[in-house]
């Protein structure tokens, strides 16, 4: 499991990435996906099994 260290770590390199005013929107998106993946796991697993079988390597 990390530490403080590490996650502070991975907070500024995502802050850089996509920037202070992007943050919130993706952290909206991201809670309302777990959201949605706690009321329905079985959904949840499809769409992952959907995705994985519908990518090109």
């Given at each position: 499991m990390p530490g403080?260290?590490?996650?502070?770590?991975?907070?500024i390199v995502v802050l850089f990435?996509?920037?202070?005013?992007?943050?919130?929107?993706?952290?909206?998106?991201?809670?309302r996906q777990i959201v949605k993946w706690r009321k329905n796991p079985k959904e949840a697993q499809r769409e992952i099994e959907e995705d994985e079988e519908n990518e090109d390597y």
């Open positions: 403080f260290a590490d996650l502070v770590l991975i907070l990435i996509f920037g202070t005013s992007k943050l919130p929107q993706i952290a909206n998106s991201m809670g």
